[in-house]
């Protein structure tokens, strides 16, 4: 099977930043210009062609569809096809299974070209600074706000945006998902008109594309019917669809044997790549060890000089506790007085006692092994033998969802949750809570606790992946005891070092009010803007235009 072709022309190879572009003069298209004005953008130049940068946000694999083509053959952004070369998918992609030995798989792959560039003049000296223009494709299975059940979402809806905002021509390709109750959200996303047909489910099957473009970025979504059914993107209320990626559906398989297991596209994806992006530096480098990378760390270890680490950023004028559209108090880190009635109206709402004093800890996230739920179970009848309250939002795993209803019922006065998917309550708990815990087995980056520290809400990690990289232990002695750092990171992963950790807040919390306003001034403080990581995603552009094709 074929996942990948990269068979590229000498563009990519030396089309190095700070040198000319090899083809043509480069053309300045507007932003949007994608959307070819009043024509369907005619998509039919395959990725394959394109310099590839797999980021490995999550572990569930989306098949690389075919790239788009620009309207006028004289762009000389992308490797010119022989004209009349054929449908948009001439190549049907095959839809099939990786061995998916762990949670869900979850992936996206981003594709550049250079267009332009120009020299900027830097300061007094006239220093010349060449800065690369870069069209760049997103390829996701969830982009916030039309699509989201966990943080590929947010990375897909705010990464393209920050990128756009510092001049490249972005482009995200999504499925237009139709649920039949948040519909809406795909509203302003036109028809282009095109149609293709691919090969799949044993026939031809028509593709249309529709498109918005929003916020600097060409927002393009691929319908079929496949995607117009009810429930999330990847299964309903009887569990995951039978026709996802990572499985063979049973009527497919060809034996009575046969798992469904199949081709592992990820690990297509990182043997052809030029250039593989996880979304932490720790991460990166955990992946590489038997331990993180389940079966690919030989492989991933023989591509680490291009494996790469870059942390997300967060969307700061969605998650800002001075403006937070969700939560009825605001404040800021020079006035941090409206938190405590954040706390207070969210203890409230979950019919709790309204005790601003009592350390209130609260998790956000999916049901999933992935996440440590089973930790937090395992924990929780010593938990709450202490003063604490307790809020849980997360769906996924049944039994966790029930574990949570039955927890609610035994423990009335000190522990709530609430089974759902709901973003609303997910600010309002990062507001309200005193304690963020993120007790996660791995985390490619983590965006919760990211927002806890924007929010001024402590965050207690397991120190594995993006959440080390990002939650600095708190010293006390530090600083001529003023303090240091904005958390604690606990490790190793177990119920006594994650209950070690979180007394040692909750104490911290109630007998050492300086310390713990220490915590959360540090934590608000932090640079959590997209614009940051958006950077250094140009410089491994950059590295991915010096070095010649993987795979010609
Ligand atoms: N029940 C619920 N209701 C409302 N909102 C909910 C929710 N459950 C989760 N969310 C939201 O979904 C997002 C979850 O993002 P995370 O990064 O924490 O985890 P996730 O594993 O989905 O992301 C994966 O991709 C991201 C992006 O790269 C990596 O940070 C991460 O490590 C990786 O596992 C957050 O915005 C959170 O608030």
Redo the contacts with the bound molecule.
Sequence with gaps: MEVLRVARPALAASSAPGSRPLRGAPRRLPPGAWRAAGSAPRLRRRLGDLPLTFCA??KREEVLPPAFEEKDESEVLLPAEAPGSGPCFDEAPEVLGAEGSKGRM?SSTIAATVSEEKHENVGEEKQSRPVIRYNIIFVTAEAAPYS????????CGSLPIALAARGHRVMVVSPRYLDGVSDEKFANAVDTGCRIKISCFGGQQEVAFFQEYRAGVDWVFVDHLSYHRPGNPYGDVYGAYGDNQWVFPTWARTHALDPGKSVNLLKGAVVTVDRIVT?SQGYSWEITTPEGGYGLHELLNSRKSVLNGIT?GIDVGDWDPASDQHIQFHYSVNDLSGKVKCKMALQEEFGLDVRPDCPLIGF???LDM??GTDLIMMAMPELMKEDIQFVM???GDAGTEQWMRTAESIYRDKFRGWV????A??HRITAGCDILLMPSRF??????QL?AMRYGTVPVVHAT??LKDTVENFNPYANEGSGKGTGWAFSPLSKDSMLKALNLAIRTYRDFKPSWEGLMKRGMSKDFTWDNAAAQYEQVFGWAFIDPPYVR
Excluded: M
């Excluded at 985390?443 to 919760?448: H, I, M, S, V």
């Design positions: 946000a999550e979850r989201k059940t966990g943080g590929l979402g947010d990375v979304v997300n956000i996230g999916r992935q996440k939002l997360g769906s759902g998917f709901n973003v309550i997910s985390e490619p980056c983590g965006l919760n927002y992946g993006g």
